[in-house]
């Protein structure tokens, strides 16, 4: 019969450290969106609008080292070779650099493509 009191005196004590857990976490959350709006933070963003986010042209340039002007299927496929396997994690490089340059190369293959696309149909 000794476990009972023990478990009551558990439960007594874990209840109580429920509720104040949970009248403390929301009022910690709204407190958090006050102090970022009053900070000029735009709390509509969400992490994964950040995540998600698709890097610009300029900057995948920048991260392949390539100019604009020499910007070919060519150049963008050497940069990426170099650079992805300068970086590789065996080498000692970052999964996250070679994800950038991976997604770097995406974007500009995209815009290449895209833009043959629009040559061939202004000969037309």
Do not use: C
């Amino acid at each position: 019969m000794a476990p009972l009191p023990l478990g009551r005196i558990i439960a007594q004590l874990i209840v109580p450290l429920i509720a104040v857990i949970a009248r403390a976490v929301p009022a910690a959350y709204s407190q958090a969106l006050q102090n970022a709006r009053r900070n000029g933070v735009d709390a509509t963003k969400t992490a994964s609008d950040l995540i998600n986010r698709q890097i610009s042209k300029s900057e995948a340039l920048q991260i392949l080292n390539l100019p604009e002007a020499e910007m070919t299927a060519e150049a963008v496929e050497k940069q990426f070779k170099k650079y992805f396997a300068d970086n590789a994690i065996e080498r000692g490089g970052s999964f996250y650099v070679q994800s950038k340059i991976y997604r770097a190369k995406e974007l500009l293959d995209d815009y290449l493509k895209e833009k043959r696309a629009e040559d061939k149909q202004e000969k037309q």
